[in-house]
């Protein structure tokens, strides 16, 4: 947390004495150009900050947006290197987790509880998932005309092993009304105004969603205390729908007689056309419906695209497959730009809700440049689409086919 703390001191300071900040005389401070920003008042490194793999891409400081490439999500379980960061605002800076507290509140609920971080590790049965978090905007980048928002292209994805409490058991001990119909997380993050009456997103789910056996309260991800970026001390997780639903740094959930209507779950943040329309075309903020359980979608996640195989080779491949709230039934590889396909083998989950692992072997008739493309299909039978899927005013939803370049020499 120090480097935080740091950064908070060195903006105060900034008007006054950059010394005081920099923890020394800057002996030739006459001589700094015009403009110049020492390289002792920047940033910190993202990557060494958070513990991230230098080949991740970073679309964004503030807040703090970062993706990974294909190949970086080989992993089964997404270690927290290879993790996708999105933030829609600041990370919490003075986070003490030994007085870190859950505020149970709302309309429905008997009587507002709160409980302790050891309350929840000690007096609830514990829950171990591997759960696929995905971007809504995951994909974005493609979309035309363009999306404002974080240029996600496929990399806002990760499936890591969470551990906590089932949230049905906290909701069951707190006793919640008949009337209740959605839940809304309230977070420790801070608004990138600063402004201490903002929240920069306080998302939720019908409660039907929030009762299922996989929607936990977590305190760990892959054995470990949550990592900062990700949500340290607690974190709800609601795996299948948009990662946005997973309340990071939670520290209060809001059981509503309404759809909660928090920060990003209005208007159009989050939410898609509920009819197809025209690319470019104005949707009204009424016509527009929230998604829910994320759509079938597919990576190959090895080889890295650009690899060279020698002729007469046969070439593995192989990746992951999710489909939000149901089970990927069918995976299917083109080299020939999706005039044929051939079936991958394709793994069950682990658990509901964790992604599905697939390989194929592949034999290439001729050397020459190729492209492997990926489709799967949902347990619904609803396929991937090859290009692109309908267009939205805010980019979301993107799982068209993923896409590897082969040269066979
Ligand atoms: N408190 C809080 N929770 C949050 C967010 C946030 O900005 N603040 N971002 C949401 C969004 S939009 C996504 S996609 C996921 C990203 O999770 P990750 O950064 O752990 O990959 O967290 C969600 N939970
Ligand atoms: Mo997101």
Not at 89 to 106: H, V, Y
Not at 158 to 174: E, F, M, P, Y
Request: aromatic share 10%; net charge positive.
């Amino acid at each position: 947390m120090m480097d935080f703390k740091r950064r908070k001191f060195i903006k105060q300071a900034a008007l006054g004495s950059f010394a005081t900040v920099i923890g020394a005389d800057i002996v030739y401070g006459n001589k700094i150009p015009k403009g110049y920003n020492l390289l002792g008042l920047q940033e910190p490194d993202p990557f060494k900050l958070f513990n991230k793999d230098v080949d991740m891409t970073l679309l964004n400081s503030k807040p703090w947006n970062m993706e990974a490439k294909a190949h970086l999500l080989d992993d089964k379980i997404t270690p927290n290197k290879f993790m996708f960061i999105r933030n829609n605002g600041l990370i919490p800076e003075d986070i003490n987790a030994d007085n870190w507290t859950l505020t149970i509140d709302g309309e429905s609920v008997e009587k507002t509880k709160i409980y302790t971080l050891n309350d929840l590790k000690t007096k609830f049965k514990h829950y171990s998932y591997q759960l696929t978090l995905e971007c809504g905007g995951n994909g974005r980048s493609e979309f035309n005309p363009p999306a404002k928002g974080n240029q996600w292209t496929i990399g806002a994805v990760s499936c890591a092993k969470w551990t906590g409490v089932r949230l049905k058991d906290i909701l069951t001990d707190v006793g919640i009304k008949d009337d209740a119909v959605y839940i809304g997380y309230h977070a420790a993050d801070i608004h990138l105004s600063r402004d201490p009456t903002k929240e920069p997103i306080s998302r939720g789910a019908p409660i039907a969603k929030a009762m299922q056996d996989e929607t936990l309260l977590a305190f760990e991800m892959n054995g470990g205390p949550i990592p900062l970026a990700h949500g340290f001390p607690l974190r709800l997780i609601a795996g299948g729908w948009p990662a946005s639903v997973s309340g990071k740094w939670l520290n209060k959930i809001s059981v509503r007689n309404v759809e909660h209507d928090g920060a990003k779950m209005t208007g159009t943040s989050y939410r898609v056309p509920c009819k197809p329309v025209a690319p470019g075309e104005k949707v009204k903020d009424e016509d527009m419906c929230i998604i829910k359980s994320m759509p079938v979608k597919s990576l190959i996640t090895f080889p890295k695209s650009g690899a060279i195989i020698d002729e007469g080779k046969k070439l593995d491949i192989r990746g992951h497959a999710w489909a939000g709230e149901l089970q990927v039934n069918k995976m299917e590889y083109s080299i020939d730009f999706g005039s044929t396909w051939n079936s991958c083998s394709i793994e069950k989950p682990v658990n509901r809700l964790a992604w599905q692992h697939f390989n194929a072997s592949i034999a290439f008739p001729q050397k020459g440049y190729y492209e492997v493309w990926a489709r799967a299909t949902d347990s619904q039978g609803k396929s991937q689409p090859m290009l692109l899927p309908g267009w939205n005013p805010k980019g979301y939803l993107n799982n068209a086919c993923h896409r590897i370049a082969i040269k066979v020499a």
